[in-house]
């Protein structure tokens, strides 16, 4: 059992806890994620370490409710306990001084992004960072991104922040006004489409662009073959090959239809979820 030491609302549907896990802390670094499972029969679901302290032994996760566990989660308060918390799981990201490296992150794809830039700095990159989110409510971080970054670029998609536009908007400006031989690296992090869309932007310009592909998963430790994904024509496993993969390389047409293989079964648990909490009770 993994104790939720801290909870933190950042909107209504995005929320912050620092779970206690210390082997976890101990050996995680960026860019690797934990497999959860909130309750003896819930299902697995993968969420990336947002932060963690290793003197302290916790972990922090930032997620969206976007599904029954991860409303399941959110109900969770300091005190409570998470039954199942795995890891650290995955390929850390390649940490290395490229120069300048672009930093974007969409929505609740800002905390991963954060462990990473932070890396990226501490090794000597120059880190600009664009994050954006729908709208005002749904940004968190602005300050901890701003540590880690040398630039930090902000905008929300409906201009209740900042400024109107996509992350994919400010990218390719910033391109533009740089010039693409002074970009080293861009890092994209957030839903498919977006992810897919930055990488249109920088194939444009021919610029490397890691993606961190948020595939479903059952164990995420190469078991079963679930979070598979054609990578340059193979066959990659995004739990242990990954989850960072050269997004110009990734086929997004079969990640996005193998990632919406379960939604009539995901709606009808969520339904079903909801209406046990009307009435009062159940799980
Ligand atoms: C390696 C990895 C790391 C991840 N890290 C995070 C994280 O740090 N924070 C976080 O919030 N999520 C993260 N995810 C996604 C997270 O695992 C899913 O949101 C979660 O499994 C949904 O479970 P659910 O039962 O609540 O919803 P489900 O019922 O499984 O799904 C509900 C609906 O939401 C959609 N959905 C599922 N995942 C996403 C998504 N990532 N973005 C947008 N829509 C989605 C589904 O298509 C479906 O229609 C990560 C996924 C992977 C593979
Ligand atoms: S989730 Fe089973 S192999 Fe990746």
């Not at 992150?105 to 954006?132: D, H, M, Q, T």
């Not at 190469?222 to 994904?229: T, Y």
């Not at 086929?251 to 709606?267: G, K, M, N, P």
């Amino acid at each position: 059992m993994f104790k939720i030491l801290e909870k933190e609302v950042f909107s209504p549907v995005i929320k912050k806890m620092v779970v206690e896990a210390p082997r976890v802390a101990r050996r995680c670094q960026a860019g690797q994620f934990v497999i959860l499972r909130v309750q003896e029969n819930g299902e697995r679901i993968p969420l990336t370490i947002a932060d963690f302290d290793r003197e302290k032994g916790t972990i922090t996760i930032v997620f969206q409710e976007v599904g029954k566990t991860t409303k399941l989660l959110g109900t969770l308060n300091a005190g409570d306990y998470i039954l199942d918390f795995v890891g650290p799981l995955g390929t850390p990201s390649h940490i290395e001084n490229f120069g300048t490296v672009v930093c974007v992150g969409g929505g609740v794809g800002i905390a991963p992004v954060f462990p990473i830039a932070r890396a990226l700095k501490e090794a000597g990159n120059y880190v600009i960072s664009i994050i954006g989110a729908r709208t005002k409510e749904l940004l968190f971080w602005e300050d901890r991104m701003r540590e880690v970054s040398d630039e930090l670029l902000v905008t929300t998609d409906d201009g209740s922040y900042v400024r109107k536009g996509f992350v994919t908007d400010v990218l390719k400006e910033l391109i533009e006004q740089r010039g693409k031989e002074n970009i080293n690296l861009v890092l994209a992090i957030g839903p498919q489409p977006m992810m897919r869309a930055c990488c249109k932007v920088t194939g444009e310009y021919g610029i490397k662009t890691i993606v961190s592909l948020n595939s479903l998963m059952v164990d995420g430790t190469g078991m079963c073959g679930c979070c598979r994904v054609t990578v340059g024509g193979q066959t990659r496993f995004v739990c242990v090959d990954g989850p960072e993969f050269d997004g110009h390389q990734v086929d997004w047409d079969i990640l996005a239809r193998r990632s919406a293989t379960f939604r009539q079964e995901e709606q009808r648990a969520l339904e079903l979820y909801t209406g046990q909490c009307k009435c009062g009770g159940g799980n």
